[in-house]
């Protein structure tokens, strides 16, 4: 489950602006797709290029993901939209055996709010219900995106497929539905969960756990397979995560380790609530250190340095 590091092994800072430069052009693209010269091509990179990162670092990857979606709200569809592709791919990877497919699914969680970005965008600064117009644009934007990624250039037919069932797949599956029930209900999850710890302006995020309660429950209170590989893989507090200890310190959690609820975390508030100006490393398999609780991250205040944290992790 932990990440190993390598030769190839990307150095903090680099890791760091790599998903920050990412982002930034993933939210151009998405907001003004009529103005790329290739779209697909321009996709096609950003969507290699995240594969690339998480094969190389998924732990530290994950770290400033969940981190970036769980504390702001600003340019809120492209960060959305990066988090779910990449827990896609990391949960499709192992669910699904037929590589091609996993990357076509990378694509649609990339693309899938396409014909509302900007609307999006909006209601995560909106303080109010969506109006009319927000709300039809909000109903029409899955058949609108497949009819946007068309015109852009997109032939592959189960990207659009999946970008026009990204809300409406069956909650149980059948071997009859076939692959591509599957590869939309990965989605389906990754979103839910994704939006559920991202901030509003109407509320703060859920508490990672919340979340993963949420993805997990499925009808009849059957446990979802797709939910529990989800958690599964990324953990019950994955990196990226704020956790209370038993000393009641605060820490951040920075790697995963082989048993889900021991974590690796760095130590960031004192148990008075006073910022730590050298973090600590510390493991989580034994008293007074144990993980007591999860914390909603707006609710934690202090400034990390995720190139510091990130290269502490790395060495350890």
């Not at 809300?167 to 990754?190: W, Y």
């Not at 429950?217 to 995560?241: F, K, M, Q, S």
């Not at 609530?273 to 510390?282: Q, R, T, V």
């Not at 493991?283 to 250190?289: I, K, L, S, V």
């Amino acid at each position: 489950m932990t990440a190993t590091p390598t030769n190839s092994w990307p150095a903090a800072s680099d890791l760091t602006g790599a998903w920050t430069d990412m982002e930034t052009r993933l939210s151009r693209l998405l907001r003004a797709p009529g103005e790329a010269e290739d779209f697909v091509h321009d996709l096609l990179q950003i969507e290699q290029h995240m594969v690339a990162l998480l094969q190389t670092d998924a732990d530290g990857s994950l770290y400033l993901m969940l981190q970036l979606a769980a504390s702001s709200n600003v340019g809120y569809s492209a960060s959305h939209a990066l988090v779910c592709a990449s827990l896609c791919h990391l949960v499709a990877s192992e669910m699904v055996d037929d590589a091609g497919l996993v990357r076509s699914l990378d694509r649609a969680a990339l693309t899938m709010n396409i014909a509302m970005t900007r609307v999006q965008d909006d209601l995560a600064l909106q303080a109010s219900q969506p109006t009319p117009a927000q709300k039809r644009q909000i109903d029409s934007h899955a058949l609108d995106g497949v009819a946007l990624l068309e015109s852009m250039g997109v032939t592959d037919p189960v990207w659009l497929e999946i970008v026009a069932r990204h809300h409406d797949a069956p909650d149980l599956q059948t071997e009859a539905d076939g692959p591509m029930t599957l590869l939309t209900r990965i989605l389906m999850a990754t979103d839910r969960y994704t939006a559920l710890i991202s901030p509003r302006e109407t509320r703060s995020g859920r508490c990672i756990t919340d979340s993963g309660r949420n993805v997990v429950a499925r009808r009849g209170n059957a446990p979802d397979p797709v939910g529990h590989t989800l958690l599964r893989i990324v953990g019950i507090c994955p990196p990226g995560t704020f956790v209370r200890l038993q000393d009641q310190s605060v820490a951040v959690v920075l790697r995963r380790t082989e048993q889900p609820g021991t974590p690796l975390v760095a130590q960031v508030l004192d148990a008075q609530g006073n910022p730590i100006p050298d973090p600590p490393l510390l493991r989580t398999d034994a008293e007074p250190h144990q993980v007591e609780a999860a914390l909603v991250t707006r609710s934690v205040r202090v400034r990390l340095n995720h190139v510091r944290l990130l290269q502490m992790a790395a060495l350890a």
